[in-house]
């Protein structure tokens, strides 16, 4: 594992968002979701394609808090240029898990 300075750590900005609108992306070449992600004022609405789709429907992931890198430039995924990219872990299964703060935190929280 390489070791990086705080300096570097703190270039990545992770922050809170809360997840509006999730729907089947059918385009993509593996199960995804389009998410739409609200970080609050200063940052806005976000878009994301994210591999959830072992562990979550799409009405369970609305209203959830989740933790997301939103200084990434945009990237183009198939149709969808996603903005965000929201964070997770793989489970022993290779399944997705969302990273989430386990308490309610104001949108566009920075993780520190």
Do not use: W
């Not at 968002?17 to 739409?36: D, S």
């Amino acid at each position: 594992m390489d070791t990086i300075g705080f300096d570097d750590f703190l270039k990545v900005e992770l922050r809170v968002g809360r997840v509006t609108h999730a729907e089947v992306f059918a385009q993509a070449r593996k199960p995804a979701y389009v998410l739409h992600v609200d970080f609050g004022e200063e940052i806005g609405l976000r878009k994301s394609s994210a591999q959830l789709t072992a562990l979550y429907p799409p009405e369970e992931l609305v209203g959830r808090l989740v933790v997301g890198v939103v200084n990434f430039p945009p990237k183009q995924i198939g149709p969808l240029m996603s903005e965000c990219l929201v964070t997770g872990f793989h489970d022993e299964h290779g399944r997705v898990a969302l990273c989430v703060p386990d308490r309610d935190v104001p949108l566009g929280t920075r993780l520190l």
